[in-house]
């Protein structure tokens, strides 16, 4: 099973960018905010983990 964290760099309209953080890497995730928890916001951090995103607490 593959885990991985992302931090929410940025919402723009129907869309966020996700900067993975369990690795180095400075390339952005562009991903639909359907497929994300409804409650995100701008520096909130996710976990990735069986196809689904949650919020990191």
Request: glycine share 4%; with cysteine.
């Amino acid at each position: 099973m593959v885990t991985m964290y992302y931090e929410v760099v940025s919402i723009e309209g129907d869309y966020a960018n996700l900067k993975r953080i369990d690795e180095e890497s400075d390339d952005l995730k562009l991903v639909a905010r359907a497929l994300l928890p409804e409650d995100i916001y701008e520096g909130c951090r996710l976990k990735y983990e069986l196809l689904q995103y949650s919020i990191e607490e």
